[in-house]
């Protein structure tokens, strides 16, 4: 359990989202993560191009996984950040949501993680 209290936590949380979803996730991997991305290209262009957007989503979850982790020191909010924004990103690039939703909903997800640590129930 961390020390710090819970203003101090979700500002952390905060930027850590913040780095990994604007500072280490480039025009390139933001497009890539997108399955339908490919529809946007020529027929001879997809044919010559592997299926990407799994590994990119994924990576790019896991960088949020790894800061929520190393904020909180809890291996179980690591991976349940992981998922979760795999999860959000995912429906976001099938436009079940717009961009203000998806940035809301990984939000939300950070004061769920802070509620979590700060009445130890991770």
């Known amino acids: 359990m961390t020390q710090l209290g819970p203003f101090s936590l979700f500002f952390l949380f905060l930027c850590g ?5 604007y500072a280490l996730q480039n025009e390139w991997i933001a497009t ?9 290209l020529s027929a001879e262009a997809q044919k010559n191009m592997q299926v990407i957007w799994p590994h990119l989503l994924t990576a790019h979850s896991l960088h949020h996984g790894l800061l929520v982790y190393l904020i909180s020191q809890n291996i179980t909010l690591g991976v349940a950040e992981t998922v979760v924004h795999w999860m959000i990103d995912f429906a976001k ?8 939703t998806d940035q809301a909903l990984h939000i939300l997800s950070k ?4 509620v979590a640590l700060v009445n130890a129930w991770v």
């Open 32 to 40: 890539n993560k997108n399955r339908h991305f490919r529809d946007t």
């Open 17 to 21: 989202h913040a780095l990994a979803d």
């Open 93 to 100: 690039c099938e436009r079940w949501f717009g961009f203000h």
């Open 111 to 114: 004061v769920v993680w802070t």
